[in-house]
């Protein structure tokens, strides 16, 4: 004899194990979604993002901030009061008795020399 009760209930429960499965998707999918609004939103963040200067004029602190080292642009020995400058500015703060950073060497790149 055939068992149509048992039938039904492990269709029903199969049934409801796809519900949760497809639920499951759904959110995953959603996650995903919005993974992919972030990237996108940093990869705008990073394209909109003006260039690094090449070079850059530290000044000291105090009032009047004079400078106190110039830099390439990617000098990772420079402190947090940097501002970005032209190179014709860069040369001039060399002319100017402004130091070299000893680490990145400016001076070399822009052909000053002592």
């Known amino acids: 004899m055939h068992d149509h009760a048992a039938e039904?209930?492990?269709?029903a429960a199969l049934r409801f194990l796809e519900r949760?499965?497809?639920?499951?998707?759904?959110?995953?999918r959603r996650w995903i979604a919005a993974e992919?609004?972030?990237?996108?939103?940093?990869?705008?963040?990073?394209?909109?993002?003006?260039?690094?200067?090449e070079w850059l004029l530290e000044t000291g602190i105090g009032?009047?901030?004079?400078?106190?080292?110039v830099h390439v642009g990617?000098?990772?020995m420079t402190g947090k009061?940097?501002?970005g400058v032209t190179a014709e500015q860069a040369?001039?703060?060399l002319y100017e008795q402004v130091p070299a950073c000893p680490h990145c060497q400016p001076d070399k790149e822009l052909g000053v020399l002592e």
């Open 63 to 69: 009032a009047d901030r004079l400078p106190v080292y």
């Open 20 to 28: 949760v499965q497809l639920g499951d998707l759904e959110r995953t």
């Open 81 to 83: 009061r940097c501002l």
């Open 36 to 53: 992919e609004r972030r990237e996108a939103e940093r990869q705008r963040g990073l394209a909109a993002r003006p260039p690094a200067p």
């Open 74 to 76: 990617d000098c990772h």
């Open 8 to 11: 039904y209930d492990r269709l």
């Open 91 to 93: 040369r001039r703060a």
